[in-house]
């Protein structure tokens, strides 16, 4: 299957700014390493900085209704 093809079937979500603001921090940290590490790792390490802000987010966000249940009741 023509790697074109696999693009179009796929749907990119759109990013929020805050994940634009990473990937661009990231982009430039990965450009100054160079190609040391291989495409492999650096798409590894993109996809586990992904991970950790998604879930920071959602520990953050549930914490915080937590905290506003408590100081409601």
Do not use: C, W
């Amino acid at each position: 299957m023509p790697e074109s093809n696999l693009e179009e079937q796929i749907p990119v979500p759109e990013l929020s700014e805050n994940q634009k603001y990473v990937n661009e921090k990231v982009a430039s940290l990965l450009d100054q390493i160079g190609d040391e590490y291989g495409e492999s790792l650096t798409q590894q390490l993109v996809q586990r900085l992904d991970g950790t802000v998604t879930d920071f987010h959602e520990e953050v966000t549930n914490m915080l209704s937590e905290l506003k249940e408590r100081t409601v009741s």
